[in-house]
């Protein structure tokens, strides 16, 4: 009897040691390599695309911010990109939307596009920032990046006119954001719980949010050519 008492012990206790091995295997990181900071050539794909996107919004913005001081001066001013009824900047700018804080929005554009140039060559100098600085960059700009597709839902739905500048505002501002939401997800400065962590560095590593990048500015291709195309197009 004392044997096969202490023959069960031993079996149960073998039975919790593979029940605790199993639990430590689950905890283990599917992909190790991850853990560690992405290579330089990896940081410097991502920040040249920031870099060039947001150059490119940079000007956008300098150009709406010109064309707000034309329409301040003279409000029956005809703009550049005054092609008709729905592609028409002035129509835009002259909305209330255009200037919600008291100021043309194209001023919000130019520091906030310099803010981002600056971090995103700092990056190309491998410069790594504090995690509490990316956070608080991600968040400014993640504000951004949701006031410039309200903007645009705003012209499209509400004033019923486009304006050419801040259809490209939309874009780079996607392109900048979605570049930020990578590196920051990839160096683990934006978390996700559990299985979450390695999913999304992976999900990024490998490139996959490029698709979704892509997507989104098709889908707002699409819903102006479903809307507008019949006059873009004629």
Known sequence: ??????????????????????????EVDP???????????WRTRTALEMVVSG??????????????????????????????????CSIVAQSWQASLFGFPNAYLGIA???????????????????????????????LGFLFAWWLFYEAY??????????LLITVTT???WAGLTRLNVREGVIRFPGRWGPAARRFVD??????????????????????YGSIILA
């Open 55 to 88: 150059i490119v919004g940079l000007l956008a913005s300098f150009v709406l911010s010109i064309e707000a001081l034309t329409l301040a001066l003279d409000p029956t001013a005809s703009l550049g990109c005054d092609l008709n009824s729905v592609i028409s």
């Open 157 to 166: 739905v509400v004033i019923g006119a486009l304006c050419p500048w801040c």
């Open 1 to 26: 009897m004392g044997d096969a008492t202490r023959s069960s012990a031993t079996g149960a206790d073998e039975d919790v040691d593979d029940f605790d091995e199993l639990d430590e295997v689950d």
């Open 31 to 41: 992909d190790p390599d991850l853990l560690e900071p992405p290579s330089h050539a």
């Open 112 to 142: 906030a596009e310099a803010v981002v140039i600056t971090v995103a060559v700092a990056i190309l100098g491998r410069v790594v920032f504090p995690r509490w600085f990316m956070l608080g960059a991600q968040t400014i700009y993640t």
């Open 174 to 176: 996607t392109l900048v």
């Open 206 to 227: 490998h490139g996959n949010d490029w698709f979704v990048t892509i997507a989104l500015i098709v889908l707002l291709a699409v819903a102006i050519l479903l809307k």
